[in-house]
């Protein structure tokens, strides 16, 4: 009965008290909602963002056209006050030639579909061949140790845990490998790493995403494979020994100067208390970074278009932050927060969408312990407005992009959206417009414009 | 909040008490969604009615596979007592040869992407040429009278509201033209009937569906065109005449007999209290009726699996029914409530799935109003349960299937996946496997399993 019953009672009580004021709110979440689905832009911005701009990997040209697309689009939204792009730095990788993987078993070959991880460096031109060993987690390395890795090709293939309900947890259960996979392998002397992709899909699609490189240790390619050839890859091993050829001329260029992309409206009331809304604007370089994360930043720009679309006058300062960075190092996250801190801010909330363009079930929020029990208790208040939509409200993370904020002692929020389709695209040439329901990317704008637009008429 | 904050707070006080019972019902539930989401099967079965069998019109041959399919892999699974076929009279109607139809306007002719509606009469081998009129609703057609529509072709173009968030809500407001369209203008004297399609989706896909002529009018040919081509067709009216010609050889061939799916399995405790679960086997013939409605089959079917695996003994009788005809008479759902009455059974509980295998957000219940209050006070002990799935459980439909055995005075439930992308198939050559999501077909099932096992441990 998951509140409805109770709702009901709790409406009774407090219709009786304060039934106008909240007829007023319910009813412009209501024209919220209408506006958002019949007249959103947000689908047409994240078609051009996707398909006509593509992967907009942080340092790369295509980002820097985000930014401009983007700047140009939001200074159209009357609403908007300042347009502006705010300098930070980022890393320049590029993934180079083509990937080659092929694996040799007896007397045959098979070539892999792969993606070279974020930030790995080239095998070199020849490309490198070693024997394979299939391992499931970073801690089987101790155990394997040196006699058994130096020189090989450490295969990762630790699953996704289908299991799980969550596959937002399941993915963070798995990627260290991915992540750590290269580093912890160099340290017993193994030549390159090859990664399951972090999906619960069987399929041709090799995910790529960020790998990092710990200071002590000397690099060695990373690279990840689809989890059809991951599984046909653990199939060979079992009867036999397995080598791998593997060449990519992917490299790190060094850091270039890129943009976060501000959009703001000066509050009537209360000005110095700042509502963000957020997503981030750089993605992957493969495919067009529609859900990952075209979508949050689609539905930022919409929660400032429907406000200006229904002649809102916002009590608070409302800015729209398209992130830069947050894929490989968060940049633009880290940049956006000390600005803000230097000039002495105060976020009252921050919101984050970075979870994919799919139908709204609500929100996780987070704070600084000494705050976040009376922003929870606050919020109570918000469920007469939300249950009807079906959008929870309940304590969980915020988003990459604005966790630098947390100090300034708001309220953190994360949008979640249903989860069991992201990792289908995530990091994949598949992640484009047309794997994007245009209802469901309306619906989320509008679910995240109406909690926007409560904080905004109550407060935390 | 969405009853995340109350529900801890009742969850303190509720486990004073009943601390130790509640944490095996969750546990078990835990189970259930493990288990589904790691082991089911219904994919599997879906994508052999879907793909091997395809489209399932009741009265054809391949409803009758689809009956001797799901008769078979019921009686595998061994918590399963016995397992028949009931019979019941359903009509056998006939597509007849691919559809024409082809507008000419001016001197340019344009061929429309069209699908006769179910039990509608053929145009004859000769097809009908004739003027298109417009309307937006039936109601228009009294004030436009005999005079304006007499010989015409009806182009009835009331598009679904897409500011509606409920999907089902919008088709329920549009689907009128559907249905009564042929019968409406045939009293004016027209000539046939063009529809368009209910969707919310502006695409090339025409949407068949269940068309019924009135016993004191003379039928005429009634046909859905695209939406695309009705938006199409809609401009060139704007500007000029237009006729259309069109072709189609359906034909009504009479009633023959066709089979519910029965699997039961006796309750240890209470086996006169009867809980079902269900879907309709039967489907339009374009597609391979996937999510509508192979999803609520093979869910009802993995209900019965779940269980089985966990070696669960139910305390109540078990009944997964597979309904023939929901789409085109509920012959199916009529005879078995008929036969259910006779025996003098009661029905504690029926649940139908009937609104495709999406992701799960919860279910609507009804029932008769002397009874529906205490069931819906009982209900609330549920949410204990429920909500850490985020499920809700609200007043709202059951099913047509089930809604016969309304008199019984149990409880009626409907499941409620995510509607938002549900009519982007509905009755379409797209609603076939491929466009289902295993996980999220999976966690239907692990819902409905949940709650059938709630309702079998507590009762209502």
């Known amino acids: ?45 994240l078609q051009f963002l996707s398909d006509s701009i593509g992967g907009r990997l ?110 937002g947890y399941a993915y963070g259960e798995a990627v260290d490998q991915r992540v750590h996979g290269a580093s912890r392998a160099s340290k017993y002397g193994a030549k390159a790493v090859l990664v399951r992709s972090v999906t619960t899909q069987n399929d041709d699609l090799p995910h ?40 990519n001329t992917s490299k790190m260029l060094g850091d270039v100067i890129s943009y976060n992309v501000i959009a703001e409206i000066k509050g009537n009331v209360n000005p110095d208390e700042i509502i963000l809304v957020g997503g981030h604007l750089d993605s992957w370089d493969v495919g067009g970074g ?70 709204p079930r609500g929100f996780t929020c987070t704070g600084e312990a000494d705050v976040l029990p009376k922003y929870l208790a606050n919020l109570q208040g918000f469920d007469v407005f939300l249950d009807p939509y079906d959008l929870y409200l309940k304590p969980g993370g915020g988003g990459a992009d604005i966790n630098p904020l947390k100090s300034q002692k708001g309220l953190l929020l994360g949008f979640k959206p249903d989860g069991q389709r992201y990792f289908d695209f995530h990091h994949t040439t598949a992640d484009v417009f047309e794997n994007v329901n245009v209802r469901e990317l309306r619906l989320g704008a509008a679910a995240i414009t109406s909690l926007i637009y409560l904080i905004d008429q109550y407060g935390l």
Request: glycine letters at 8%.
């Open 1 to 45: 009965m998951k509140s409805t019953l109770s709702l009901i009672l709790i409406s009774l009580f407090l219709f009786v008290g304060i039934a106008h004021s909240q007829d007023e709110q319910a009813f412009f979440i209501k024209d919220i909602y209408e506006n958002s689905l019949e007249k959103g832009q947000c689908d047409t911005w």
């Open 58 to 167: 942080a340092g790369s040209q295509n980002a820097l056209d985000g930014v401009d697309y983007t700047l140009e689009q939001l200074a159209q939204i009357s609403i908007v006050d300042t347009v502006y792009k705010q300098a930070c730095t980022v890393p320049r990788w590029e993934r180079g030639e083509p990937e080659v993987v092929k694996i040799k078993f007896g007397d045959n070959e098979r070539t892999l579909k792969a993606l070279a991880l974020g930030n790995t460096i080239g095998t070199g031109p020849q490309g490198l061949e070693a024997e394979i060993i299939e391992v499931f987690g970073l801690d089987t390395l101790k155990q394997l140790g040196r006699k058994n890795l130096e020189g090989k090709i450490v295969f990762f293939n630790r699953p996704m845990n289908p299991k799980r309900i969550n596959t």
């Open 208 to 247: 790529t995403g960020v790998q990092t490189y710990q200071a002590d240790i000397t690099p060695i390619p990373s690279l990840a494979i689809s989890t059809n050839d991951a599984n046909f890859l653990s199939a060979q091993l079992k009867a036999q020994k397995v080598s791998a050829f593997i060449r």
């Open 290 to 359: 529609a859900h990952d994360d075209g979508a949050g930043c689609v539905h930022s720009m919409q929660v400032i278009k429907t406000l200006s679309d229904l002649n809102y006058k916002p009590n608070r300062t409302l800015r729209c932050v398209l992130f830069m960075n947050e894929e490989n190092g968060l940049g633009g996250g880290l940049a956006y927060a000390k600005e803000s801190n230097r000039k002495g801010e105060f976020h009252l909330a921050a919101l984050e969408s970075d979870s994919g363009g799919f139908t």
